[in-house]
């Protein structure tokens, strides 16, 4: 690891990686600093991603890797716990040091951050172990795994009835799990018994499994309800908290009533509130699946080296006129 690249990627997925493979196409010297925890990292495969369906995210990670490697980029394994702006080099006032957990301080001239977001799971005992395999969040990154199967639906937010319907297409044997009938309105459970939607009202106590495979739900009642995949949705979280000493502007993203919070403020290029940092993925798209992530970045990579064209170009001509 050099002291000082053109570009520093922070996070190292889908979002980072296709940042830092424009940028190294691009000659730019590139440091990736990725702390190993992609958000979908539970999940068997990665779906609805062309040419390569259903590769493992671990395996989709080291192809990754591996290309960018091959134009120069450097990854690294570790998290960056804190970023601040530099004064750059005089002509181009634009420059950033971020420091690793390591100890390491390194400078760039430009950052991308791509450090995703992560999901905070509804607190039911026995669900977050199945996170990502017995339970899903996502119809069109596990649905067509558990079609035709029977399928619970965990209604804690109100996005919950969304994801009954969503479900819903994919089998007719689904069930929602209401813990509190305020969010949901009679036109809702209309909707539910027109479409064969059993409904079952009260807390969930806990999600349960043989030790790899969910097999259920228990209810406060007592009942055990036998399943093979129960939808449950997270709240999502930009993971931003580290950058605070950039001021970077975030606002919180709805679909519907659901909030995923703190998603970083980006132009259609990824250029943030701050000049000279760029965001892609989850960490600015929260709703955005790995494919939409990858464009994001790939958008971002390339805005950045335009950028630094023009840096370079202002150097230059200071130079050229101070001969
Ligand atoms: C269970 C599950 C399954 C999913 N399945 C699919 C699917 O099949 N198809 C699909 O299209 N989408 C799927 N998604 C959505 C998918 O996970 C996201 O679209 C994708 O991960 C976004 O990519 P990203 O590069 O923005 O962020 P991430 O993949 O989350 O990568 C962010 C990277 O940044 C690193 N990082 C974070 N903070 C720091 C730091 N401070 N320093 C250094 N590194 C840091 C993390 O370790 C991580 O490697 C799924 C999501 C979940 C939760």
């Given at each position: 690891m050099r002291d000082h690249y053109d570009v520093i990627v922070i996070g190292g997925a889908a979002a980072g990686l296709s940042a830092a493979l424009v940028l190294g196409r691009s000659r730019r010297s590139v440091l990736v600093v990725d702390s190993g925890e992609p958000r979908n990292a539970r999940a068997a495969g990665v779906h609805n991603y062309l040419g390569r369906e259903g590769a493992s995210p671990a395996a989709l990670g080291a192809v990754g890797r591996d290309e960018v490697a091959a134009y120069g980029v450097e990854v690294t394994t570790g998290r960056i716990v804190a970023a601040s702006a530099t004064d750059g080099d005089g002509v181009d006032p634009v420059g950033f040091s971020v420091s690793l957990e390591s100890g390491a301080v390194v400078t760039a001239r430009r950052l991308v951050v791509a450090s995703g977001a992560r999901d905070v799971l509804p607190?039911?005992?026995?669900l977050a172990e199945q996170w990502g395999r017995g339970v899903v969040h996502c119809p069109f990154c596990h649905g067509w795994e558990i079609r035709d199967q029977r399928i619970g639906v965990l209604v804690t937010s109100p996005i919950g009835a969304h994801q009954v319907l969503m479900f819903r297409a994919l089998s007719e044997d689904v069930t929602a799990f209401v813990t509190d009938l305020a969010l949901v309105d009679d036109t809702t459970l209309d909707g539910f018994a027109a479409r064969g939607v059993a409904v079952v009202t009260g807390p969930v106590t806990s999600v349960v499994s043989d030790g790899e495979r969910l097999t259920g739900v228990s209810l406060a009642s007592g009942e055990f309800v036998a399943l093979d995949a129960l939808a449950a949705a997270s709240t999502v979280e930009a993971q931003?908290?580290?950058?605070?000493?950039?001021g970077l502007e975030a606002t919180d993203q709805f679909m519907g009533d659901h909030r995923f919070a703190g998603a970083l403020t980006v132009d259609g290029a990824g250029q943030?509130?701050?000049?000279g940092v760029y965001a892609a993925g989850n960490v600015a798209a929260p709703m955005a699946t790995v494919i939409a992530s990858a464009a994001a970045g790939t958008q971002a990579g390339a805005a950045l080296h335009g950028d630094l064209v023009q840096a370079d170009l202002a150097v230059a001509l200071a130079a050229r006129a101070a001969a």
């Amino acid at each position: 690891m050099r002291d000082h690249y053109d570009v520093i990627v922070i996070g190292g997925a889908a979002a980072g990686l296709s940042a830092a493979l424009v940028l190294g196409r691009s000659r730019r010297s590139v440091l990736v600093v990725d702390s190993g925890e992609p958000r979908n990292a539970r999940a068997a495969g990665v779906h609805n991603y062309l040419g390569r369906e259903g590769a493992s995210p671990a395996a989709l990670g080291a192809v990754g890797r591996d290309e960018v490697a091959a134009y120069g980029v450097e990854v690294t394994t570790g998290r960056i716990v804190a970023a601040s702006a530099t004064d750059g080099d005089g002509v181009d006032p634009v420059g950033f040091s971020v420091s690793l957990e390591s100890g390491a301080v390194v400078t760039a001239r430009r950052l991308v951050v791509a450090s995703g977001a992560r999901d905070v799971l509804p607190e039911v005992p026995g669900l977050a172990e199945q996170w990502g395999r017995g339970v899903v969040h996502c119809p069109f990154c596990h649905g067509w795994e558990i079609r035709d199967q029977r399928i619970g639906v965990l209604v804690t937010s109100p996005i919950g009835a969304h994801q009954v319907l969503m479900f819903r297409a994919l089998s007719e044997d689904v069930t929602a799990f209401v813990t509190d009938l305020a969010l949901v309105d009679d036109t809702t459970l209309d909707g539910f018994a027109a479409r064969g939607v059993a409904v079952v009202t009260g807390p969930v106590t806990s999600v349960v499994s043989d030790g790899e495979r969910l097999t259920g739900v228990s209810l406060a009642s007592g009942e055990f309800v036998a399943l093979d995949a129960l939808a449950a949705a997270s709240t999502v979280e930009a993971q931003v908290g580290f950058l605070a000493g950039l001021g970077l502007e975030a606002t919180d993203q709805f679909m519907g009533d659901h909030r995923f919070a703190g998603a970083l403020t980006v132009d259609g290029a990824g250029q943030t509130s701050v000049r000279g940092v760029y965001a892609a993925g989850n960490v600015a798209a929260p709703m955005a699946t790995v494919i939409a992530s990858a464009a994001a970045g790939t958008q971002a990579g390339a805005a950045l080296h335009g950028d630094l064209v023009q840096a370079d170009l202002a150097v230059a001509l200071a130079a050229r006129a101070a001969a």
